[in-house]
């Protein structure tokens, strides 16, 4: 899942309403039972992403959906539903819709899919997290990087059986190049590489380390001049 972050504020009838928070990579919903305003779509099936999950500090709850209904028309259904209270956002190939309800907001972020629409729906924390400045610029602390490396974005998840938290790291270094510096890096600290493509046709890079409770899942491609990495690392809590 990647995730883009823009942020702007709009204020109707008395509401602001962000359009921050637009993730692509992807992605956010809650279960119906919340008290927030935020119904799946038409035509639609569902798919629960995190039940729990933390970006730029800001706590949300994500669910995945498809629907046989167009882009177009699933803007359409939350507009019509959220009439001069909520705020679009057009981001290639996303749309995104957004409102603050109940000291949450909530986002609809939808893409055209090859019989219908797909996207996620979310509900976050954001309108306290900016109150109390509690919106973080992620930085990948304590992450390896290439030197001169961006990242992108950075997710924590706490599910009730593992934590994990995803990167998505940029650079101008070659897919080989940053292979061999994770290889390198991970194998020296006593990771242990349980797959690797190194060797196959593919253009890309994608690797898995584990070591103790934790697995390490890397994967590396090039567009244009650029290459990311998403990284994605799991611990497996202990039960007593």
Sequence with gaps: MQMIVTTHYVVKKGIVVSKFLSFIFITCICSTTLAVDLPNPPDSTITQVTNSTTAFGVKMEIRRFESRLSQEKIIEFYSKRWTDT?????????????????????????????????????????????EKDKVQIPEGKHFPKMSGSKVLSEQNHNDPIKKGRTLVISNNF????????????????GWQLVADSKGSKLKGAAMTFSKGRQLLSLTINRVNSTTSVVANIETAKLFK
């Design 86 to 130: 909520a705020a679009i956002t057009q981001f290639d190939p996303w749309e995104m819709i957004g409102r603050v309800d109940r000291e949450k907001f909530v986002n609809v972020q939808v893409q055209n899919g090859f019989a219908g629409s797909w996207g996620y729906l979310s509900i976050s924390d954001l309108p306290t997290a900016i």
């Design 174 to 189: 070659s897919v080989d190049s940053n292979g061999n510096f994770y290889r390198n890096h991970y194998q020296g600290q």
